[in-house]
Structure formats: C-alpha cells, structure tokens
C-alpha cells in the first residue's frame, strides 16, 4: 500500500553532518505528519523530530539547534539536516509518517530504519 525509504545514513566524524531522506510512495492520497524516530542500542526509540502538514515543527531538547526537519509535500518526502553531529547522535533513524491512503488500512507507516554512525 504505502512504503516509506530512506536513505542517507552512514558513518561520520563527531562535527560532521549528514542528510537523511525519506519518500513515501504508494496509494497515497495525502500525507500528514511526518516525523524522525532513533532507537541507540539498548535504548527506546525516541521522538527526534516532526512537522505536520503546514510546515510547523518541533524537535527533542537534545537536537535543537543542530538537526533542522524539512519536507517537500510535492515529492511526500522528508528531510532530517544533522549538524555537529556527536557520538551520542549514533542510532538508527526511522521515518514515520501519518498518511491518507486511497486504500483501506493503516495511517501510521514507518520506514526500514537507516544507521547513522558517528566515531569520536
């Protein structure tokens, strides 16, 4: 029905920055809100970041100011810009995202999760 991918992970150097993607595709009549997860090893998965629909925002207290959510509803993909990036940052980040599916089901998708490393 609905896929979530993401892409753009990998590993960096503490200070460093990456990208991460992610396009929902499939029987999609509309997307909501969209959002960034983490789950460190051991470790619940956590709220990073999301934005609605209309663009307004809200981060975890330990990435404000250095990871900036943005998304293109024209392509249903998201972006998570990391900066400064710091060891604690390690995790695998998934995608989640509130969609409007042409089709009956579900309306909360999650992606495959992309590891992000960063070496101190």
């Known amino acids: 029905q609905v896929q979530l991918v993401e892409s753009g992970g990998g590993l960096v150097q503490a200070g460093g920055s990456l990208t991460l993607s992610c396009a929902a595709s499939g029987s999609i009549f509309s997307v909501n809100a969209m959002a960034w997860y983490r789950q460190a090893p051991g470790k619940q998965r956590e709220l990073v970041a999301a934005?609605?629909?209309?663009?307004?925002?809200n981060y975890a207290d330990s990435v404000k100011g250095r990871f900036t959510i943005s998304r293109d509803n024209a392509k249903n993909t998201v972006y998570l810009q990391m900066n400064s990036l710091k060891p604690e940052d390690t995790a695998v980040y998934y995608c989640?995202?509130?969609?409007?599916?042409?089709?009956?089901?579900?309306?909360?998708?999650w992606g495959q999760g992309t590891q992000v490393t960063v070496s101190s």
């Open positions: 989640n995202a509130d969609v409007v599916s042409v089709l009956p089901g579900p309306s909360e998708y």
């Open positions: 934005i609605t629909s209309g663009a307004s925002t």
